[in-house]
């Protein structure tokens, strides 16, 4: 046995000793699978994709329901693989995503997805008859104007009831991902750190990356964790958790109320902990978000290679696996793929 997520997750998932598990030269293993479903969204968040001019996949290239099953269950039972996340674009605008919720829910997985929210109310209630154990919604915003400049959307209200709708569907924990921006949503803080509190949901702020589809990213518009925890000390005092696995620096309310987390993946990048890898619409695998490299199982699958040609193609994505990505140094390159198309 490698462990048992029950405790972590509230979960029975339980992971068998991998065949070919897949560690890469700085002896990280990888057991985390991201696959997006689709590149397209109903959002366009001003920090992600620009209003016009996303070249959209054609439909051909998108891996198909069977496809998708066939990798992951290879991950799972030959490598190890023990949590998988669906996630896009936006991932409830793939037709019948619960179908392929169903295959995957019949792996020994810890089974979520994340999700701009804006149709989870219609939605919930079949992913999780269909087996989706936990979500994460995106909200960077409480305030509906500022809402819609954001996501260049007028959906709040609609983001909100899906929040509410996936904690009345059993989805738990059910967690809020904002991206904060210096002075656009960076007043907001506090604001959001009270919302969580009060909803009972586990609010995660995460800093901006330089992935967004337009190139407008620069380093003054990254409001760092030492300020998001400063502002939200003042007026809640907090304690460090253990970080474990997951990219989030986890942090306890003293009074009680729940929890809070921060990604800090600019100012301190998780690197040397990561164990995922990543599965983009179209089939490609990447070792990092921020990877130069994709490494083509589509093409393995569709020309009718067998498990060991995709387990070589796997291991060849790994073991290319760089330590870290180099956001904060001169010789960092933006990969050539936005977060969007590649699955956040
Ligand atoms: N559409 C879904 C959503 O928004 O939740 C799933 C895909 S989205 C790419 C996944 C996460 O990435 C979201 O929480 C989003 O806010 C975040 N994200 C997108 N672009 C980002 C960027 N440049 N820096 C940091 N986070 C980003
Ligand atoms: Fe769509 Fe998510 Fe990107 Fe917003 S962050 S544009 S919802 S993929």
Redesign the pocket.
């Known amino acids: 046995m490698i462990g048992s997520l029950g405790s972590l997750m509230g979960a029975t998932t339980t992971t068998t000793e991998a065949a070919r598990p897949l560690v890469d030269s700085f002896g990280r293993v990888h057991r985390d699978l991201r696959i997006s479903v689709t590149d397209r969204?109903n959002?366009?968040?001003t920090y992600?994709?620009p209003v016009e001019g996303m070249t959209w996949l054609p439909r051909e290239e998108v891996l198909t329901f069977e496809e998708v099953e066939r990798i992951a269950r290879l991950l799972v039972e030959r490598h190890g693989v023990n949590s998988i996340r669906l996630t896009?674009?936006?991932p409830t605008v793939r037709a019948h995503l619960p179908v392929l919720v169903g295959k995957l829910a019949a792996l020994p997985v810890d089974l979520s997805l994340t999700t701009?929210g804006a149709t989870l109310a219609a939605v919930a209630p079949d992913l999780a008859a269909a087996g989706l154990r936990r979500v994460n919604v995106?909200l960077d915003s409480l305030r509906p104007e500022r809402f819609e400049e954001l996501?260049r959307r007028d959906e709040l209200s609609n983001v909100l009831a899906g929040i509410e709708a996936a904690v009345a569907a059993g989805l738990s924990p059910v967690k809020v991902n904002v991206v904060v921006l210096r002075e656009v949503n960076d007043d907001e803080i506090v604001d959001l750190a009270r919302y969580g509190r009060d909803r009972g949901v586990t609010i995660r702020f995460i800093e901006f990356m330089p992935l967004d589809g337009g190139g407008a990213w620069r380093p003054d518009q990254v409001v760092t964790q030492a300020e998001i925890l400063g502002r939200i000390e003042a007026a809640f005092p907090l304690e460090p958790l253990a970080r474990g696995h997951a990219p989030a620096e986890r942090f306890r309310y003293l009074d009680g109320a729940g929890e809070v987390g921060v990604i800090p993946s600019v100012t301190r990048p998780f690197c040397d902990q990561c164990d995922r890898i990543r599965l983009t619409a179209d089939g490609q695998l990447r070792s990092c978000l921020f990877s130069l490299d994709d490494h083509d199982l589509r093409t393995v699958v569709r020309s009718g290679g067998s498990d060991d040609d995709l387990s070589d193609a796997i291991e060849a994505c790994v073991g290319s696996k760089w330590a870290g990505h180099a956001i904060n140094q001169v010789q960092f390159v933006r990969p050539r793929r936005s977060?969007?198309q590649i699955g956040?």
């Open positions: 969204c959002f366009r968040c992600c994709m896009g674009g936006e701009n995106s996501t977060m969007s956040g």
